[in-house]
């Protein structure tokens, strides 16, 4: 079966701050894995992706996210935290089994909340 | 360029009325998806399409019906609305698996309340 976890339902960071939002997974074949921003009252807004290759990958406004396999995670981090990083953050998965049909499924979300 | 674009933007429903949201997306993508959004639950998947005629349930299908006559639409369905059903809901699309750019794309939402 095809899930996500994040652990955490919220996390507070001072601005300035290293930050780190967890997410571990669990699929069938290799995973394609996401990271979502969601502002309020907003849609959606991608930050990056892991397909394949490096596990170290980076993304919009300063992001980044490490893959580990043996450890099915895939972790978003910043170095610096922003006031303006405050926000819901999702992680997603897609399994590329494809008679699965390659269906993206998220975790519960976590809100990130940084302080000035 | 619109991308995904959901229709309509608020609705307020009486329980047992019925409705149908509209998603249209213009980047020809294969597979789109409906998700409903609810405090404390993330994303939860009621159905998505692989492509045009294709349809499948995600994890929480019942109370709703899906169509996908043409490749760029998919509606969702309500036909008996229940309380419930009060939720956030969001469209996305993106392209297959093994294509170009596998991330999705979403609308903006439909905020939907059923008193």
Redesign the interface.
């Known amino acids: 079966a095809q899930s996500v976890a994040q652990p955490e339902d919220q996390v507070n960071v001072a601005e300035g701050n290293p930050l780190t939002v967890k997410c571990t997974y669990s699929v069938s074949g290799n995973p394609y894995l996401f990271w979502y921003v969601q502002y309020p009252n907003r849609g959606l807004q991608f930050l990056l992706k892991y397909i394949t290759g490096d596990n170290l990958v980076k993304g919009s406004y300063g992001f980044e996210a490490e893959f580990n396999k043996s450890q099915t995670s895939f972790h978003l981090k910043k170095p610096s935290a922003l006031v303006s990083d405050s926000a819901l953050y999702f992680c997603a998965v897609r399994d590329t089994i494809y008679n699965q049909g390659g269906k993206l499924i998220f975790g519960q979300g976590t809100e990130l909340s940084v302080k000035p | 360029n619109a991308g995904v674009t959901q229709t309509p933007k608020f609705r307020v429903l009486k329980t047992g009325q019925s409705m149908t949201l509209l998603c249209a997306q213009d980047m020809n993508h294969e597979?789109m998806?409906w998700?409903r959004q609810d405090p404390?639950?993330?994303?939860?998947?009621i159905h998505?399409s692989?492509g045009e005629g294709t349809t499948?349930k995600?994890?929480v299908p019942d109370g709703y019906n899906v169509s996908r006559l043409k490749k760029q639409n998919f509606l969702l369905g309500l036909e008996s609305a229940a309380p419930s059903q009060t939720s956030v809901y969001?469209c996305?699309s993106?392209y297959?698996?093994?294509q170009r750019g596998?991330?999705?794309?979403?609308?903006?939402?439909t905020r939907l309340t059923v008193v």
């Open positions: 597979y998806y998700y404390g639950m993330g994303l939860r998947l998505y692989v499948a995600g994890e969001f996305a993106s297959a698996v093994g596998t991330e999705a794309f979403f609308g903006q939402g």
